[in-house]
């Protein structure tokens, strides 16, 4: 491959003079939609990688088809169970035409995930090993965990947590941000076989009111602010409006545990509800730091995790213990070539499946060191991510690709200035102005020597976002592993095995071990070789979810009938001649901004909660950055007229309702929508008009009123 021998800084001499060859290789244009590039990992890295070569991948995985309970069983056994499971492996029904779904791993086996993160891997010797890095947003403030301190701390929450009052089995909210306090409540709430819930702390009050009244937690963890880039988020207030709006649907909350972080806020400032509020350092700290750990079934939940669907509110993901445990720690130990030595960072949030699995459980059951960073990614500047890199020594990166595009971006604006620059160089005016570009290449003027390995998730990656990825952050020398999966799926379905085989810039390539995906049309036939289709998954693995909280029957609906025999994961997938698989995006109604996944439907009922809204449509729309924007067709009450003024506050309601991650990108008036006689709302004309591609409305002669088409084009651009 033309592309891994590319050192993208040998290109970049002074950084000028080669603005053609960086245009063309490190963006990556030239090469963009040439899907059949195989990037192929060196020698010296697939010598050392736990996974070396296509055939050990195909024997492994081979074996873990034929004989899954024998090629799983293996790997838990390296895990520590009080008592091991009962004669089945796995016991499953997958078909709903056989009955009620089940899936269970390892029923009958005894043991803890909190255990087996900590206490297992300090008799091992790891007692002294950084678990937590903790990198505050300002620079320099920093902070770090051995092993045995993190286990000290998880046993103090776990001690207050007991003795509040929570027990096995009961639900604990936690709104924090990425702070080490985050990790440790969740292994305190594992470690007494409490369940978490960890509510991303960029939701509004009412969607942790709505997730604080279908779970009723026992307590809920906050912070009373937190700093991401220069803006303080007050996340005490959020959880105050949270816990009266639930008390109005008569749940009530009476511990509100309180993380004092001083850098956001005074203490005095924060408000206060005397008798239910109290400070995480007033009373943590005067727990005993070993706690007994509370021995729970593998098939006993470990955590609630509400995720949106295409309909109605949002739905709350269980995962259970054994099964959840086996498959995070292995996938992370293949998936990213984990090695003792490494230092691992992931940018998600554990207030997403990717924070859970791959922040917490995945890495810590792997005695990893991890590194929590709470602020934003280009704060101070575009180039943070590659500090923290050079200052931690970070040898495993994943991240998102929206990230990736926006770095990316920055770049972009960097070339331009590295024009002007060469064009003033030749004038001979000022070569100041090259120690000032050297200053801008965010990415370059760091080292990033210690990385080994890349990763991306949360949505598709473009080609191109992938080359700059492998090229200028990477030096093309690490590979980059692309993982498919979902909060469902607990952990890594489709995923690159960094040392195994050749990669293709954009496809997440072959089935983890253990994964069966099939490609099925709309009959629910699959379809072999070359194909497009819906991607469901044959039989069950360990870590599937297992349940939506308080509602089973949704559950089977939503991933089990759609195609009887399968899981049906909602996306559309490609597979090539190679057998590479490449994920195209969502068939239903849910978009994926920034990888974050939101349903089309609660926006709009966020937006129709407006007084003056009548009625709305949301669709998906390509965003250069976010990967998709959300586009709101938006038709008001009868002679409301359109204004700057409503626009804005049909976005802040939104705000408000879900979070400032899911504020619409565009508010199009309609006066009506594209509905068929029957009533239903034609969206694929109004994805075509939000994309506009008004030569492919396709058919429009089947709704009620054709007339409407007509005026949502006139008012496209007011
Ligand atoms: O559409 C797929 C997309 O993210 C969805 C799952 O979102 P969520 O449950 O929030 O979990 C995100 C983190 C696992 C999927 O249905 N998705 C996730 N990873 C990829 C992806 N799409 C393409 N390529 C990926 N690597």
Not at 94 to 100: A, L
Not at 152 to 166: E, M, R, S, T, W
Not at 429 to 448: C, M, P, Q
Not at 524 to 549: H, N, Q
């Amino acid at each position: 491959s033309y592309l891994r021998h590319v050192d993208s800084r040998k290109l970049m001499p002074n950084g000028a003079g080669h603005i053609p060859h960086l245009k063309a290789v490190i963006l990556g244009e030239a090469l963009a939609s040439e899907e059949d590039d195989l990037v192929l990992p060196s020698k010296e890295f697939s010598d050392q990688a736990n996974v070396h070569s296509p055939e050990q991948y195909m024997e492994m995985y081979k074996r873990s088809i034929e004989d899954p309970d024998g090629f799983w069983s293996e790997i838990a056994s390296q895990f520590y169970w009080k008592q091991k499971w009962g004669e089945k492996v796995c016991d499953e029904n997958f078909d709903v035409r056989d009955g009620k779904i089940k899936i269970e791993w390892f029923k009958g086996g005894i043991t803890n995930v909190c255990y087996n993160c900590l206490d297992r891997n300090i008799e091992a010797g790891l007692g002294d090993k950084v678990a937590l890095y903790w990198e505050g947003n300002e620079p320099g403030l920093d902070g770090s965990l051995t092993y045995s301190q993190l286990l000290n701390q998880v046993c103090q929450v776990a001690n207050y947590l007991k003795d509040i009052g929570v027990k096995k089995g009961d639900a604990v909210i936690v709104y924090l941000p990425m702070i080490n306090e985050l990790p440790i409540t969740m292994l305190a709430c594992a470690r007494i076989g409490a369940v978490h819930s960890v509510v991303f702390a960029g939701f509004s009050a009412e969607s942790l009111a709505q997730r604080i009244t279908d779970c009723k937690p026992k307590a809920v963890i906050t912070c009373n602010a937190v700093r991401r880039g220069t803006k303080p988020i007050l996340l005490k207030d959020i959880v105050d409006a949270a816990i009266n709006d639930s008390a109005k649907d008569g749940v009530s909350v009476d511990v509100c545990l309180v993380y004092d972080n001083p850098v956001a806020l005074k203490r005095e400032d924060t408000k206060w509800t005397q008798g239910r509020d109290i400070w995480w350092q007033d009373v943590i700290p005067k727990y005993p730091s070993t706690c007994p750990v509370e021995w729970v079934d593998a098939e006993d939940p470990l955590f609630l995790l509400y995720t949106s669907g295409s309909t109605g509110k949002p739905k709350g993901v269980l995962h259970t213990t054994g099964g959840y445990m086996v498959y995070t720690a292995t996938t992370f130990k293949y998936a990213f070539d984990y090695k003792p030595s490494d230092i691992y960072w992931c940018t998600a949030d554990c207030g997403w499946i990717t924070g859970h699995s791959y922040v917490t459980y995945g890495p810590l059951l792997n005695g990893a060191t991890v590194l929590v960073y709470e602020g934003a990614p280009n704060y101070p500047d575009a180039g943070r991510c590659w500090d923290i890199v050079d200052k931690y020594k970070v040898s495993i990166f994943y991240t998102a690709p929206t990230l990736v595009r926006s770095l990316m971006r920055d770049g972009e604006a960097v070339r331009y200035l590295y024009a002007l620059m060469f064009t003033v160089y030749l004038c001979e005016i000022d070569l100041r102005i090259n120690a000032f570009g050297f200053w801008i290449r965010y990415v370059t003027r760091y080292s990033r020597k210690s990385l080994r390995v890349l990763g991306s998730v949360g949505e598709p990656i473009n080609p191109s976002a992938w080359r700059w990825f492998y090229n200028v952050v990477g030096d093309s020398r690490c590979p980059i592993s692309d993982t498919w999966w979902q909060t469902e799926t607990g952990g890594f379905m489709i995923t690159p095995l960094p040392g195994a085989w050749a990669q293709k810039p954009g496809s997440a390539t072959f089935p983890f071990f253990g994964i069966q995906p099939v490609i099925v049309d709309e009959k629910g036939v699959e379809i072999d070789g070359e194909c497009s289709g819906y991607l469901c998954i044959k039989k069950s693995w360990p870590g599937a979810f297992r349940t939506l909280y308080g509602d089973h029957e949704r559950y089977e609906t939503t991933y089990f009938k759609p195609f009887a025999g399968y899981y049906f994961s909602g996306d559309g997938c490609r597979r090539d001649k190679d057998g590479y698989h490449w994920l195209t995006g969502r068939v239903d109604d849910v978009i994926n901004v920034s990888g974050h996944r939101i349903g089309t439907a609660e926006v709009e009922s966020a937006l129709v909660s407006h007084p003056q809204c009548a009625e709305a449509a949301v669709v998906g729309v390509e965003h250069e950055v976010k990967g998709q924007g959300i586009y709101a067709f938006v038709t008001l009450v009868d002679s409301v007229p359109y204004s700057e003024d409503l626009r804005k506050d049909l976005i802040l309601t939104v705000r408000k309702q879900i979070g400032a991650f899911a504020a619409p990108d565009k508010i199009h008036w309609a006066p009506g929508l594209p509905k068929t006689r029957s009533g239903k709302i034609m969206r694929r004309i109004l994805r075509k008009i939000a994309a506009r591609q008004l030569d492919e409305l396709g058919d429009t002669s089947t709704l009620a009123d054709p007339n409407v088409v007509k005026q949502l084009i006139e008012l496209s651009d007011s």
